[in-house]
C-alpha cells in the first residue's frame, strides 16, 4: 500500500522566492502533520489538521508560513518569501490509530 | 523539566550487546507512548508501540513505568543494522480527547560495532 507521498523531494531555491510543498495522506489517517528538521533544533511540529481542520499552528515560524488542506487527501506547506534559515527537511506525517506515517521528506535549500 | 527528555547519546557498543534507552515524561496524563527509529538522512519509522503491559517483538522489548513516568527500549543482540537513533513520543492527551498533538524527544543516538 501507498505511505505518505511528499513532493518534490529535494528543493533549491533563492532567497526571496516562494517555496511550495506537497503532501498526500495514508488514505484513511484523520490526522496530518507537517514538521521540520535541522541538526540543531532536532524534529519540531509546524501544524497539525484533524479531519482537515487545523489545530494547533503555533510551531508554525511567522507569518512567512502557512498551511492548507482542502480536501482529506492533499495538503500543501507554503513559504513566502523564502529565507536561508529555512533551510531544512519538511517532513508530512499521518496518522490513524497508532503512531503517525512519515512520508520520506523534502530536503529544501534556500541559498 | 522538559516535557519528554531521553538519554543523552551517543551510545556505542559492540554487536552482541544488549542496550537499553529510557525516555521519561512529564505529563502524567499521557496515554499513548512509541518508539521510532531514523536512519541518517532518512524519515523516521514507528519502532514499536509501547503498552501498559510491556511488549515486545523479537530482540526489542517496550516497557511503560507510570509510577515513575518513562519508556524504555531494550536491544538485545544488538545488530550492525540497529546503528540509528531511537526516537521517544509521548501523546499526553486524555481518553477520549481530540488532542493528537504527540510530544517528540530528541533522540538517542546508537552505533554497533563490529
Known amino acids: 500500500d501507498a505511505g505518505v507521498i511528499q513532493s518534490p523531494r529535494h528543493e533549491v531555491t533563492e532567497m526571496g522566492q516562494e517555496v511550495t510543498l506537497r503532501c498526500k495522506p495514508i488514505s484513511g489517517h484523520n490526522s496530518l502533520f507537517w514538521y521540520r528538521q535541522t541538526m540543531m533544533r532536532g524534529l519540531e511540529l509546524l501544524i497539525y489538521?484533524?479531519?482537515?481542520?487545523?489545530?494547533?499552528d503555533s510551531g508554525m515560524p511567522e507569518d512567512r508560513f502557512s498551511a492548507k488542506m482542502p480536501n482529506a487527501s492533499f495538503s500543501t506547506l507554503k513559504i513566502q518569501p523564502s529565507e536561508p534559515r529555512d533551510s531544512a527537511v519538511y517532513f508530512c506525517?499521518?496518522?490513524?490509530?497508532?503512531?503517525?506515517?512519515f512520508g520520506p521528506g523534502t530536503r529544501l535549500t534556500v541559498l | 523539566r522538559k516535557e519528554v527528555e531521553q538519554d543523552p547519546g551517543p551510545f556505542n557498543v559492540p554487536e552482541g550487546a544488549t542496550v537499553a534507552f529510557n525516555c521519561t515524561y512529564s505529563n502524567s496524563a499521557s496515554q499513548s507512548f512509541f518508539w521510532y527509529r531514523q536512519d541518517c538522512r532518512k524519515e523516521p519509522k514507528l519502532l514499536m508501540s509501547v503498552y501498559s503491559s510491556g511488549n515486545e517483538d523479537g530482540r526489542f522489548t517496550a516497557q511503560l513505568n507510570r509510577a515513575s513516568q518513562y519508556i524504555s527500549l531494550l536491544i538485545r543482540d544488538s545488530k550492525l543494522s540497529d546503528s540509528a537513533t531511537y526516537l521517544c513520543?509521548?501523546?499526553?492527551?486524555?481518553?477520549?480527547?481530540?488532542?493528537?498533538?504527540?510530544?517528540w524527544g530528541l533522540g538517542t543516538s546508537l552505533a554497533v560495532n563490529p
Open positions: 506525517a499521518s496518522r490513524g490509530q497508532g503512531g503517525p506515517s
Open positions: 513520543v509521548v501523546n499526553p492527551s486524555i481518553v477520549g480527547g481530540n488532542n493528537r498533538k504527540l510530544i
Open positions: 489538521f484533524n479531519n482537515n481542520v487545523p489545530i494547533d
